[in-house]
């Protein structure tokens, strides 16, 4: 159970202009808290709203004075930071408390300016933040002299401009502060920016247990508007009025019917993943890089039967290494979908189906009488689906289709004489130090001759 701090008794604690002033803030409220406000004049309300606007500041930038001088405070009851007294003594989120101290003490140290505009209300918390964050970007490139006329013009732009608007000012502050190095300034930021984003893009798929993939990352400013573009491609929804009559929306007599979309009416993060579902369906893998030996590809293994029925389920063959998703080591899904979704990936998402027969033989997977083709690449990856070397398990889209039996020694190019092996052991099953033994099961034993 969480211990509220202990709290001095008014008693204890001496006057102060401070106390004061928030004791006389407290009995003013105190006068208005019966008050209606479907009673007051629009013109009364709208006045009200911006001066209490005004108020607000005032007390916020007053709280963020006292906190940026406040380590007594958190030392006296042995809290890690003011942050987290803060947080505890106000019931506040611990993550706003910390980023309220990290403002505190830039405005109180680094950015005079603003904190004046707020003390006397002109400027609001949103905006100083905006505000600081800009500063904060411009302070490793130019000097303090040019820092200090990049404040004082933001701060007076903020009479005109909300958070929003600073910002995107903010980025082009240098063009009129200091317009001789803004140029320079700005092209080494971006250098840094482009550096920073290419060393810090990442990507995190995670397996859930509910068979459904969860990721998160970061990549660049260029890259993002591309994603987005991309994928508002999808989103773009269709209206009536600009169907053509063939592609299938218009009614028997040629004319356009109402065709209204039911995407319009889906949240928007709903929307972008339906389209980056369908982005994923539409993506040649003709033009991917080869991955195993063939253009990138996803192979579903359906037994034909099931193939046949309307409940039936398919397999997805793949490699890709994404962790999670077990529920006492074993798969929510294992990968399956539903036969009458391999039909339709089939037909649109140039997903390669492989039929398998009774006793899971491959009925149909394509052949080519020459080294290795791409249709027994695929194959081999759908028998051995990692190298075969024991105790190896490496994917099978980063291994090497071996001839068991060499070809020089007239050994077929087939699928029954071939082996997938990882780079390391393919040269290790044509080195003469070592014995190679396929066992029963089809893994391959290696020894070094003695």
Known sequence: ???????????????????????AIETALVSVVQVNP?????????????????????????????????????????????????????????????????????????????????????????QARTMARSLQGLAPWVDAEVLEKAEAHLVALAADHGPRQLAALGRKILEVVAPEVAEEVEARRLA??????????????????????????EIDEVSGTRFAVYLEAFTNPRKASTLDPTDGASGDD?????????????????????????????VDPQRLPVHGGNATQIVVTIDYDALCKELGTAEVLTTAAIPGGLVDGVSATSNQLTAAQTRRLACNAQILPVVLGGK??????????????????????????TCRAEGCDVPGTWAE?????????????????????????????HDDRYLAVRLPNGDVRFNRRR
């Open 1 to 23: 159970m969480t211990q509220s701090l202990p709290q001095p008794s008014s008693s204890a604690v001496p006057e102060h202009p401070v106390l004061t002033a928030l004791d």
């Open 38 to 126: 479907a009673f007051m004049r629009t013109e009364t309300k709208a006045l009200a709203l911006r001066r209490l606007a005004r108020a607000e500041a005032q007390v916020v930038e007053l709280r963020m004075r006292i906190m940026a001088d406040a380590d007594d405070v958190a030392a006296d009851v042995a809290a890690r930071d003011v942050a987290g007294w803060y947080s505890q003594a106000t019931r506040t989120e611990t993550a706003a408390a910390k980023a309220d101290a990290g403002l505190a003490a830039d405005l109180d140290r680094r950015w005079t300016a603003v904190a004046a505009a707020m003390r006397t209300g002109d400027v609001s918390l949103a």
């Open 192 to 217: 840094a920016l482009e550096t920073d984003a290419e060393e810090g893009a990442t990507l995190r798929l995670r397996r859930k247990a509910d068979g459904r993939i969860a990721f998160t990352g």
């Open 254 to 282: 040629g004319t356009l019917t109402s065709h209204p979309d039911p995407v319009q009416r889906l949240p928007r993060p709903r929307r972008l993943g339906q389209a980056f579902c369908t982005f994923l369906e539409t």
């Open 360 to 385: 899971s033989q491959i009925l149909d997977y394509g052949y080519n009488r020459r080294l290795f083709s791409p249709a027994q690449q695929r194959a081999l990856l759908l028998r051995d689906r």
């Open 401 to 429: 289709a071996h001839h068991w039996l060499p070809w020089g020694r007239f050994g077929k190019t087939d699928i029954d004489n071939a082996v997938l092996l990882c780079s390391h052991h393919h040269h290790r099953a």
